[in-house]
C-alpha cells in the first residue's frame, strides 16, 4: 500500500524543493511509461543531477528489483565516453532511484520531432557515437534491449569536429526487466514499439544483435523522419517487425545512395545471424554506402580503430615530446 508520506502520493510537481535520498529536486524533466526524471542537486557534492524515480509498482516487484540492482551495478561499471555515467542507484521511502550524469541537451526523440530528418554527415556522426556505446556494453555482457531516439541523450559538443555529444542511457530499464515481472505482456508494452526486434517479439532468447536491429531502426529514423515500419495499431506493427520487409529508405530520401538500401536490409534481417555482428560494423558500412560505395563485406569496413594509447610510460631516454601548439577551439553553430 502507498502511504501518505511515499514519494508517489502526490503530484510528481509536489516533488520540486524535496530531498530524495541526499539529492534535492529541482525541476521535472522528462517523464516516460515507468519513470519520472528530475534535474535535481547532490546536495554532497553541489552539483546537478538527473534523477530518475521509478513507478511505485516496480518497487514493489522482487523479481524487477533484483534485476535493476544487477543491472544497474552491470552499467555503472561501464566506463564509456558515451554512455550516461550513473552515479548511485538505490532505494528510498519505498521509491527505487537511479542518480545519473545531467545531460545538459535534448534526446534524439525531440530533435527529430522538432527538426525532422538529420543530414546525412550529422545522422552518421551520432550512429557512430551511439555504435561504440552499444558494441562497449555488449562486450561487457549487457545487451540493451530499449535502443530507441529517446534514450540517446545529445548535448552539444566540445568543437567543430565535433558538434555534439551523444549519450546513450537506460540499461537495465528494459521491457525484457519488466516482462520478467510480469508486468507486461505482449500487447501491453510500457513505451514504443517502433524498435523492437523479432526475435524480441517471439520470446526467443535475446544478444547483442537484438540491439543491432533496434539501433538500425533508430538510424533509419535519423535519415527518414520515420521508423521503418509505421502501422495503425500494435498488433500489426509486431507483426511487420516479424515479418514484413522495411521499405527501402531511397523511396523516402531518394538523394541518398542505392548502396544504403542494402545496409539497411543487412541490419533489420529478421534473423539475427544475418545482421552486421556490431553496431560499429554497420555504421562503417552505413558511411562508405553513403558515399557511394558498393556496401563493404563484413569485416572490410573501413572503420577506425582507436588510437593505441595504452603504451608504456616513456623512460627519460625517451622523453615525450612536447604537443604541437593547439589553435583555439572553433565553436560549431548550436545544433539544437
Ligand atoms: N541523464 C539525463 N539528463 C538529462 N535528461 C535526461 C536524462 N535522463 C533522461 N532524461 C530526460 O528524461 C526523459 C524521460 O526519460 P525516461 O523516463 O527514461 O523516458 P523515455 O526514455 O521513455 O523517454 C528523456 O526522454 C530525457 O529527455
Ligand atoms: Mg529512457
Not at 189 to 196: E, K, P, R
Not at 205 to 220: E, L, N
Not at 247 to 251: I, M, N, V
Not at 293 to 299: T, V
Given at each position: 500500500m502507498v502511504r501518505e508520506t511515499s514519494l508517489f502520493s502526490g503530484s510528481p510537481s509536489e516533488l520540486i524543493g524535496r530531498q530524495v535520498a541526499g539529492y534535492r529536486i529541482e525541476e521535472e524533466i522528462g517523464r516516460g511509461g515507468m519513470a519520472v526524471v528530475y534535474r535535481a542537486r547532490d546536495l554532497r557534492l553541489d552539483r546537478s543531477v538527473a534523477l530518475k524515480l521509478l513507478a511505485p509498482e516496480l518497487a514493489r516487484n522482487d523479481t524487477f528489483r533484483r534485476r535493476f540492482s544487477h543491472e544497474s551495478r552491470a552499467a555503472a561499471a561501464i566506463d564509456h565516453p558515451h554512455i550516461v555515467p550513473v552515479f548511485e542507484a538505490g532505494e528510498t521511502d519505498d521509491v527505487l532511484f537511479i542518480a545519473m550524469r545531467y545531460v545538459a541537451g535534448s534526446d534524439l526523440r525531440h530533435l527529430l520531432d522538432r527538426q525532422g530528418p538529420l543530414s546525412p554527415p550529422t545522422a552518421v556522426r551520432i550512429a557512430g557515437q551511439v555504435a561504440s556505446a552499444l558494441d562497449a556494453a555488449h562486450e561487457h555482457g549487457l545487451v540493451h534491449r530499449d535502443v530507441k531516439p529517446g534514450n540517446i541523450l545529445v548535448a552539444r559538443g566540445t568543437d567543430s569536429d565535433h558538434p555534439e555529444h551523444a549519450y546513450l542511457t537506460d540499461f537495465g530499464l528494459t521491457k525484457k526487466s519488466l516482462s520478467l515481472t510480469g508486468l507486461t505482456t505482449v500487447g501491453q508494452?510500457?513505451?514504443?514499439?517502433?524498435?523492437?526486434a523479432p526475435e524480441q517479439i517471439s520470446g526467443k532468447?535475446?544478444?547483442?544483435?537484438?540491439?543491432?536491429?533496434?539501433?538500425?531502426?533508430?538510424?533509419?529514423e535519423c535519415l527518414s523522419g520515420h521508423p521503418p515500419f509505421q502501422r495503425d495499431d500494435d498488433m500489426a506493427l509486431l507483426w511487420a517487425h516479424q515479418y514484413d520487409q522495411p521499405?527501402?529508405?531511397?523511396?523516402s530520401r531518394p538523394d541518398l545512395p542505392a548502396p544504403v538500401d542494402t545496409v539497411f536490409a543487412k541490419?533489420?534481417?529478421k534473423s539475427p545471424e544475418s545482421r552486421y555482428e556490431s553496431c560499429l560494423s554497420f555504421v562503417a558500412a552505413l558511411r562508405m554506402a553513403l558515399r557511394g560505395?558498393?556496401?563493404?563485406?563484413?569485416?572490410d569496413a573501413a572503420a577506425h580503430p582507436p588510437t593505441q594509447v595504452d603504451v608504456p610510460v616513456l623512460g627519460r631516454d625517451h622523453p615525450e615530446p612536447a604537443d604541437p601548439p593547439r589553435p583555439p577551439p572553433r565553436w560549431a553553430e548550436p545544433f539544437f
Open positions: 508494452f510500457v513505451g514504443t514499439l517502433d524498435y523492437v532468447p535475446v544478444d547483442a544483435r537484438c540491439d543491432v536491429y533496434g539501433f538500425a531502426c533508430v538510424v533509419y521499405p527501402p529508405l531511397t523511396g541490419a533489420l534481417a560505395d558498393a556496401a563493404p563485406a563484413e569485416g
